[in-house]
């Protein structure tokens, strides 16, 4: 079945880079028509999208984050890396990985979550 | 861009049938036939419950149904459950080549 679970440091400090993993199964990065998203949830409030990565190595980021975001794979270890730089408190957030289906470059829907990681922003 | 706009709380009692709006632009929800609805309890993960606009995947409730008009989604749940409490969030692809969601709703079992 198809898991993603996310790992990290529960706290960084403001201006600091965050480097988050995505480390799943289920399913191959190098199969056509697979793509990894990150989203994050700052507590009580609502899902925002960040980025996504294609099988074929092709890459989106929000609009408002992406000079401060870098999504790579590594497929060969079924990992997603998001880095996101010059966090500050307004970061603070549970950040999910999660499984996304496409239809060619549209993103379509977002059908495997991981149970998400909280990071803390705070000096 | 903007996350789409939804009524920040619907409630309904046991049997009865809701709807959750989803109000976006021609640039996201009006223009494309990939709007997404998430069911997310308090401290759980989202779950997929509606894709392309009206498709339930597999082992989700036929008491879940989506439509759209325009540049405004709905998510109907029918036949109201305890267990359908949970705040919903819609999403849609943007011609901006990202994802965006909305403002989450949160459902209330009376």
């Known amino acids: 079945q198809v898991t993603l679970r996310e790992s990290g440091p529960a706290l960084v400090k403001p201006t600091q880079t965050l480097t988050l993993t995505c480390t799943f199964s289920g399913f191959s990065l190098s199969t056509s028509g697979m793509c990894v998203s990150w989203i994050r949830q700052p507590p009580g409030k609502a899902l925002e999208w960040l980025a996504r990565i294609d099988w074929d190595d092709d890459k989106y980021y929000s609009t408002s984050l992406k000079t401060r975001l870098t999504i790579s794979k590594d497929t060969s270890k079924n990992q997603v890396v998001l880095t996101m730089t010059n966090m500050d408190p307004v970061d603070t957030a549970t950040y999910y990985c999660?499984?996304?289906?496409?239809?060619?470059?549209?993103?379509?829907?977002?059908?495997?979550w991981g149970q998400g990681t909280l990071v803390t922003v705070s000096s | 861009q903007s996350a789409l706009t939804q009524p920040a709380s619907v409630s309904g009692s046991p049997g009865q049938s809701i709807t959750i709006s989803c109000t976006g632009t021609s640039s996201d929800v009006g223009g494309y036939n990939y709007v997404s609805w998430y069911q997310q309890h308090p401290g759980k993960a989202p779950k997929l419950m509606i894709y392309d606009v009206s498709n339930r995947p597999s082992g989700v409730s036929n008491r879940f149904s989506g439509s759209k008009s325009g540049n405004t989604a709905s998510l109907t749940i029918s036949g109201l459950q305890a267990e359908d409490e949970a705040d919903y969030y819609c999403?849609?692809?943007?011609?901006?080549?990202?994802?965006?969601f909305g403002t989450g709703t949160k459902v209330t079992v009376l």
């Open positions: 999403s849609s692809y943007t011609s901006s080549s990202s994802y965006v």
């Open positions: 999660a499984r996304t289906m496409v239809r060619g470059v549209i993103m379509v829907s977002i059908d495997y």
